[in-house]
């Protein structure tokens, strides 16, 4: 007996998270694949942050709640601090609510259940921690498919489930009414992933209250805060009590806590921020739409899924060949031929249009 035989047996078929190796990457590379935002901080804001960083005490422990950041994420999104759970990340938080509700089940237990294509954290952390994942595809627009997740639902009563909306890979949000429609079926726990629902405009975290079983994932690092690694779950008080008997102490840093809750007391520099990122993928998206024979799916986030003409392989290469990175989904099934483009400066976009033309041409 080794090691080797004591590991889950999910675990040797996952594949480890290496996004690029922007380490040995040109510092001219075009870096439009990671949905992050392009505009750094300057001036007032970033010398803000810089005072705010030379106040932590790096010796001591970080406040082990969190407390001063929930507190300052409560009133952003008008909630309590005792309905906020923070993570390092929302990758963190996903684990965290497969280790409490989804992980080990017995016969139909232990279900994982999202609509594909999504997030694919949601089947590896699901995998890692012994659950079982339940996908369920999407319309070929990449709608809800609320008939099928019902039946799922029905057939399979999986103990949680994932709806990211707006949804990435795809960009769009999902009806507002399907996912309550679909959280009063669930014997469980669903949770709306709105990493990037800052940019379309609509929430279910005034819902919490009054829809049982519904939570709400929110991130900072899509607006400008990415290194931060910084995410919060938004649900009933008395649930979040209990996860927090689950969550590791002290899994957020002192300097991210800081950092983030000083950023949350500017609240108009942030929406400043939000209507950048918003703008640039307009356009974006606007120039994507003149270039013949691309398709652009309509998106509610800070990127653009585009799918080429041709071998999206190759036209990823061409792009990466002139300096422009983007994230290459192409696969068998509904996201073939398909390349995402987060949306980046005027100057970003520029370059990677230009790289785009030559390369379709």
């Not at 992050?36 to 406040?63: D, Q």
């Not at 759970?85 to 016969?107: H, M």
């Not at 300096?323 to 520029?350: D, K, Q, Y």
Request: hydrophobic share 45%; aromatic share 6%.
């Amino acid at each position: 007996m080794s090691w080797r035989d004591r590991l889950r047996p999910t675990v040797p078929g996952l594949v480890a998270y290496r996004p690029y190796d922007y380490a040995s990457a040109p510092s001219s590379l075009v870096r439009l694949d990671a949905n992050e935002s392009a505009f750094p901080l300057e001036g007032v804001e970033r010398s803000r942050l810089e005072r705010e960083l030379s106040r932590v005490a790096l010796n001591r422990y970080p406040e082990v709640s969190g407390l001063p950041l929930r507190r300052a994420l409560a009133r952003r999104l008008g909630v309590s601090p005792e309905e906020i759970l923070l993570g390092n990340g929302s990758d963190e938080i996903i684990a965290l609510l497969v280790t409490a509700f989804g992980g080990g089940g017995q016969g139909e237990g232990g279900r994982v259940l999202f609509p594909v294509p999504t997030f694919g954290e949601y089947e590896a952390i699901a995998l890692a921690h012994g659950a079982r994942p339940l996908p369920v595809p999407l319309t070929a627009r990449f709608e809800l498919d609320e008939e099928a997740l019902a039946e799922a639902i029905s057939r399979h009563e999986p103990a949680l489930a994932f709806l990211a909306s707006p949804n990435n890979p795809t960009g769009n949000r999902f009806d507002g009414p399907a996912m309550e429609r679909l959280a009063r079926r669930m014997d469980g726990v669903l949770v709306v992933d709105e990493a990037y629902a800052d940019f379309g405009g609509f929430s279910l975290v005034p819902r919490i209250r009054s829809v049982p079983g519904l939570f709400a994932m929110r991130s900072l690092s899509k607006i400008g805060f990415a290194g931060l690694r910084l995410g919060a779950l938004v649900g009933p008080a008395e649930a979040i009590a209990e996860l927090d008997k689950v969550r590791l102490p002290y899994n957020v840093n002192s300097v991210s806590l800081a950092l983030a809750t000083s950023a949350l007391e500017r609240p108009e520099a942030l929406e400043a921020c939000i209507r950048k990122v918003a703008e640039s993928r307009r356009a974006l998206e606007a120039a994507l739409k003149r270039l013949p024979g691309l398709e652009v799916f309509p998106s509610d986030a800070n990127f653009v899924l585009v799918r080429t003409p041709v071998d999206a392989r190759g036209v990823f290469e061409a792009l990466l060949a002139r300096g422009v990175l983007v994230r290459n989904l192409s696969r068998p099934g509904p996201l073939e031929r398909c390349l995402r483009i987060t949306a980046g400066t005027a100057e970003e976009n520029a370059a990677c249009l230009e790289a785009l033309r030559a390369a379709l041409s």
